[in-house]
């Protein structure tokens, strides 16, 4: 059986409030105009998503320290599990809502990583904010051994029993690993004795995760899935504030984005998705075709 996730969130407010872009990022949209999140949960949900993650991927110090609140990371993770919650009671469907455990830094800069006597006492606080409206943790956008190993130990420690989940992002040339240059074998040993529910790669091209998926496949028992985006190759350097842009490949249309996602599923997936770039439209289309 394979398990639908959702989409991208924070680009789908970009999209919609360009102005979100900078700064706060998506969580300023927490303060401003929590219903659009809850309508784009609801758009996700109405695709045929199974499992929605909270928008909750920037209320971290780091970010919310851009303008002086960094104090408030709790309050801000809760309201995004709240919404996401509500999402759901409205729909009316039998949905499980995710709580995100992001990079504490910058997303992809495995040189960027706090140490875990850092990293540990925030995702305590991430995890314990989200835990009353969140069915699930999923640790996403790892980008090395050590950050995963961080994050999950948190949501295992303090997540009163809830699944935990981790997802990693690769370096964007197929079978070279993690972007901190670890293999995925060497990630998945520094697992070793946690009880994580699965593991998936998330926020990279197809292409690197379909290769990555026929390893973790003969690394664990574990169920194994992806969430790719649809995102440029990272440049060097970049940071979410920087002059350094991304951008939207134009060579992923939707069937081949669908078409990415059904070999996923034949080498092993049983949870598929979408990050950045992939939204409501294109789970919906995958939705169609699992069915």
Known sequence: MVTLLDGGMGRE??????????????????????????????????????????????????YLGKAGMQGRYRELTGLAATLARRAVRESGKDVAVAGSLPPLEESYRADLVPPPETA?????????????DVDLYICETMSSAVEARTAAGAALAHGQGKPVYVSWTLD????????????????????????????????????????????????????????????????????????????????????????SMLRSIEAGATLVGGCCGIGPSDIRALAEQLA
């Open 13 to 62: 407010i970009q999209e919609r409030r360009p102005q979100a872009a900078q700064g706060l990022w998506s969580a300023s949209v927490l303060l401003d105009e929590p219903d659009l999140v809850v309508e784009i949960h609801r758009e996700y949900i109405d695709a045929g998503a199974l499992v929605i993650t909270a928008n909750n991927y920037s209320t971290i110090p780091s």
């Open 120 to 132: 540990q006492p925030i995702y305590q606080g991430v995890v314990e904010a989200l835990r009353d």
């Open 172 to 259: 964007e040339t197929p079978g070279c690993g993690l972007r901190s240059g670890e293999t995925v074998k060497q990630a998945v040993d520094a697992l070793a004795g946690f009880a994580v529910d699965g593991y998936l790669f998330n926020c990279t091209h197809p292409e690197a995760i379909e290769a990555g998926l026929r390893e973790l496949k003969t690394l664990t028992a574990k169920p194994i899935g992806c969430y790719p985006n649809r995102l440029n190759k990272v440049p060097e350097g970049w940071t979410l504030d920087n002059e350094i842009t991304t951008g939207l490949r134009g060579d992923l249309p939707q069937h081949l984005y669908v078409a």
